[in-house]
């Protein structure tokens, strides 16, 4: 295939337009940093729902009605929605969406669901099989912690190198026809795992997936850190950030200033003691459908690589002490 670049990456035989994109979030998204870049806030956790799980599907729904209604778009509007989430048979998506009535792919890349449907959503518009769709994902930390750790009620103590999942989700309307920013290749990554078994540090977990993943893409588009106005990965936080930039270093590449993480921009993270950032599916996706799109809007950067990871885990591997396996999808987003 002639746009195909080495074996993870695809150039796009044409640009694929971000039509519209909302973020929607709780009430530490709304005492951050980036809270003027969030569409809709709620300060309770619930979103006016009964349970947790609810509330999860409450934010999809909320993103996904923004998304269109910036758009002056309707759910029959839409070819397919591809989203996803952390919980189980991500039953915070299929509960979210259900009322939509809109062509739905299922899908699971844990706190890379955000690339992987951005991805996955580019390369059906571009091959032709869409004309609109949308891609999405959330999490929510009180839903997140009942099933991969301990109950937040429980009131268990937080290890230095935890994240703070985030309560948040990001939708994006992909189409042929725009003139927003637009997804210009994908490199679809690789599982990879380095025998880490504490659920308490995905960041060092994920970190070697972003550094397989970024080197394939580099060597694949002939092009290094410095050739994008910004790469930034998803939900490493401090310490996966730090062993991305290193593992770099001793390949003698500098990953330089304008290399950062979404967990490390959604909270402040000494004041909000948020230990070693931000995670979870919402944290990349809102990250990417408020902040970083809105900047590309205004002319901050021109050319960004959107990299987002998932820890591959689930509560039942962790219990019999399996390793975790993890995956980064990275994304070309240009201003064209």
């Known amino acids: 295939m002639a746009n195909r ?16 994109h909302a973020a929607v979030g709780g009430k530490h998204e709304g005492e951050g940093p980036l809270a003027d870049w969030f569409d809709q806030l709620c300060t309770d956790s619930f979103f006016g729902e009964k349970t947790w799980e609810k509330a999860e599907s409450a ?18 509007d839409l070819d397919y929605i591809l989203a996803g989430d952390l919980l189980n048979q991500c039953i915070g998506t299929s509960f979210g969406l259900r009322d939509f009535g809109i062509p739905f792919y299922g899908l699971y890349g844990a706190c890379s669901t955000m690339g992987e449907s951005l991805a996955l959503g580019s390369l059906l518009v571009a091959g032709g099989f869409a004309e609109r769709l949308g891609a999405m994902t959330s999490s929510h930390f009180c839903t997140a912690e009942r099933q991969y750790r301990m109950p937040v009620p429980y ?80 939900d490493l936080g401090a310490l996966g950030h730090q062993i991305v930039a290193d593992l770099f270093a001793r390949d003698g590449v500098d990953m330089g200033g304008n290399y950062t993480d979404c967990g490390l921009l959604l909270y402040d993270i000494q004041n909000q003691d948020m230990h070693a950032g931000a995670s979870g599916c919402g944290c990349a996706a809102s990250v990417l ?17 959107f990299a987002p990871t998932g820890a591959l885990l689930s509560p039942t591997s962790t219990c019999q002490g399996e390793s975790i396996p993890s995956i980064c999808h990275a994304v070309v987003i240009e201003s064209v």
């Not at 934010?59 to 029959?76: C, F, N, S, T």
């Not at 009131?155 to 927003?180: D, F, Y």
């Not at 060092?204 to 850190?225: C, I, K, Q, R, V």
Request: hydrophobic share 40%; charged share 20%; glycine share 12%.
């Open 5 to 20: 670049l080495g074996r993870q990456t695809v150039a796009l035989p044409a640009p694929v337009h971000i039509l519209s």
């Open 155 to 234: 009131g268990s103590q937080r290890t230095p190198t935890a994240q703070w999942t985030a309560t948040a989700a990001g939708c994006a309307i992909l189409g042929r026809e725009g003139s927003g920013p637009a997804v210009t290749a994908v490199t679809c990554g690789k599982i990879v795992d380095k025998g880490i078994t504490d659920a308490n540090n995905m960041g060092a977990a994920m970190a070697p997936a972003a550094y397989d993943t970024l080197s394939a893409h580099f060597a694949a588009t002939g092009t290094g850190p410095r050739d994008y106005d910004l790469v930034v990965t998803g």
């Open 59 to 76: 934010m999809q729904k909320a993103a996904l009605g923004k998304a269109l209604e910036k758009a002056g778009l309707k759910p029959d």
């Open 289 to 305: 459908c408020g902040y970083l799109l809105g900047e590309m809007e205004r002319g901050r950067w021109r050319r960004i690589l």
